[in-house]
Structure formats: C-alpha cells, structure tokens
C-alpha cells in the first residue's frame, strides 16, 4: 500500500504527519518505508542531518544505486536533499515512472511519501505511485484553494493514466478547535467532500516543533499529549478506511 501525503499548499503539516504516521505503522508491524521527495529535505532532517548518496532520492534520477537507510524496527527511510532540485526540471515521460517502479520492486507493506508544496514533478510522481492520497490542509484561503486544485489534478491522474488512486481523506492540522473559522471552513469541506472528510484533527501545538528538534515523535515524548492521541487517533481511522 503506498499513501501520498500531498498538498500544494506548504505549512500544512505535509511532513508532520508522514513522520508520525511512519512510526505508528511501523510499531504496529507494518514494514514501512518513508519516501521523501521534497528537495528541501525537511523530513530527511527529522531523522539525519546529511543523507547518505546512496539513500538520497537524487540518486533514483541520476540512475544511480538507491536504497533504504534503516531507521528503526520496520522503518525506512529514502533521504532528500536540495541535490534534487536539478531534475526538477527534468520532465520527459520515464522520470514519471522511476519511483513507481522503484518501489514496486521493494518488499514494503507500507510506503508512505511527503511531497513538495507544488504540482511539479516529484509530486506528481508521488501521486502515480500511490494508491491512497491522504490530505492534510490548515483553515487559510490558500489551503482551501490548493485542495480544489489537487483534486482537479487528481482526477487529470486517474483519467489520463487510469491509475488506481483513490481520496484516503482529508484531515485539518494545526487547528485551535476554538475559532469559529475552524468551524466554519471545516463545514464547507465536510459538506463538499463527505466520503473524504475525516473527522479526526490534528491541533495546533509547539510541543510537535520541540519533539521533531529532538528527532523523536511527540508520543515518544509525551505520550497523553493532545497532539499524540490525535496522530494515533488519525492512524486508527487510516486503517479503518485501507
């Protein structure tokens, strides 16, 4: 099973929820590989400062050797890093298609994948990858507006490539369940897109900043934080739904 978290809007907790999710599926039994295709390698860095070439992303496109650096007990993790930004650009149809085959020659039980903030290449190689999309979106305009234009680019995959890719859902992150905005924009998601709207939320909190600089998730912290029962919440309702 590979899940795409994606977004094109950035800020949406996209990496957050990857990192957090990787270790409940892997501590669950779940052989899990985390993928990281953002050039700017902010979930790369919640594990490793530098990358090895070997477990860098970059090294897929360069038709380098790529393989899993081990993380813990059923986790993996393939790296990124800004090296590779210079095939961003690069978009004849077989880079496409690298990391879906990639990881269909890989005994994984779990893939999940963070995406860059935009529709370029690397996400839309993670979304052909993918079986599930799961979307993560804060209460702004801009999220808003980027889930109308991911569902729209969703849709283009499914038709154009006859892919499988099916909506795992759509959870709020870095919600203050108090302002009436939250209210108010969650309703309108939930009324336009009920069979994807998850009712489990992720809140707002520094406690998840502080775990991530000590490179542990917050359950490992904390673990009857708000924050830890709501990822756990999120992972219980994720394997309800696959």
Not at 102 to 118: G, H, Y
Not at 122 to 146: E, Q, R
Not at 197 to 211: A, C, G, M, N
Request: some cysteine; proline content about 4%.
């Amino acid at each position: 099973m590979v899940i795409t978290v994606s977004n094109q809007k950035g800020g949406v907790g996209k990496t957050t929820l990857a990192y957090h999710l990787s270790f409940l599926f892997a501590r669950g039994g779940k052989k899990t590989l985390l993928i990281d295709t953002d050039p700017q390698g902010n979930l790369t860095s919640c594990f490793v400062e530098n990358i090895p070439s070997e477990n860098n992303l970059t090294n897929l496109y360069a038709r380098q050797i790529l393989k899993p650096i081990q993380i813990e007990t059923n986790l993996e993790l393939i790296g990124a890093d800004i090296t590779l930004s210079k095939f961003e650009a690069d978009t004849k149809l077989e880079n496409f298609f690298l990391l879906k085959n990639f990881i269909s020659e890989l005994k994984a039980d779990i893939v999940l994948i963070d995406t860059p903030p935009s529709l370029g290449l690397f996400t839309s190689t993670a979304l052909l990858s993918a079986n599930k999309i799961l979307i993560p979106m804060d209460i702004s305009k801009f999220s808003v507006l980027g889930l109308t234009d991911l569902m729209n680019s969703i849709q283009k995959i499914i038709k154009t490539t006859n892919s499988s890719l099916e909506i795992l859902g759509i959870i709020f992150t870095g919600i203050d369940d108090r302002l009436n905005l939250y209210k108010e924009v969650k309703e309108n998601i939930k009324n336009k897109y009920p069979k994807y709207f998850l009712d489990v939320y992720i809140p707002s909190s520094v406690k998840v900043k502080e775990s991530i600089l000590q490179k542990k998730p917050i359950f490992d912290l904390i673990d009857e934080h708000k924050i830890s029962l709501a990822y756990k919440n999120l992972y219980e309702e994720i394997l309800r739904r696959l």
